[in-house]
């Protein structure tokens, strides 16, 4: 998936506290839950795609961020106690537009990519010594 209109419009959200993954970064997930589980298995028959993005409090049903990252499911385990253990590719930054009601145990949105078209240039996210000056000057 190297263009950005190419990734779907509606994709399903596995919100994750303090965790973030970012564009062109690879990270594992241990999934256990069902619901997960479900939305890993319906991911692995369609586009191997999800998103993650922060929860923005601790209810049942947490309010989330407006902000995710989608990525690529591009390793797939699963272990003898039924869990499974992948590894996500970050592919692009999202805004989410809308949450999409559904009979899914998982939640789905409406996802915009175009304010973070960059994020699928390859190198653009290298970032320099300078760069990181710049970001924490002010902190």
């Not at 586009?47 to 049942?60: L, M, S, T």
Request: hydrophobic share 35%; glycine share 4%; with cysteine.
């Amino acid at each position: 998936m190297k263009k950005i209109e190419n990734l779907p419009k509606k994709i399903s959200v596995f919100p994750l506290s303090n965790f973030i993954i970012f564009p062109n970064t690879s990270v594992p997930l241990n999934i256990f839950e069902p619901r997960y589980i479900k939305m890993i298995d319906d991911s692995m028959k369609a586009n191997r795609i999800i998103g993650v993005v922060q929860p923005r409090n601790k209810k049942e049903i947490p309010e989330l961020y407006s902000t995710g990252c989608v990525g690529r499911i591009t390793n797939f385990n699963e272990t003898d106690d039924g869990r499974y253990l992948i590894i996500i590719r970050g592919i692009s930054r999202f805004k989410i537009l809308s949450e999409i009601n559904n009979d899914k145990p998982y939640r789905e949105c409406e996802v915009n990519f175009d304010q973070y078209s960059k994020d699928m240039i390859e190198n653009y996210n290298e970032v320099k010594f300078s760069d990181l000056e710049l970001i924490f000057k002010n902190l």
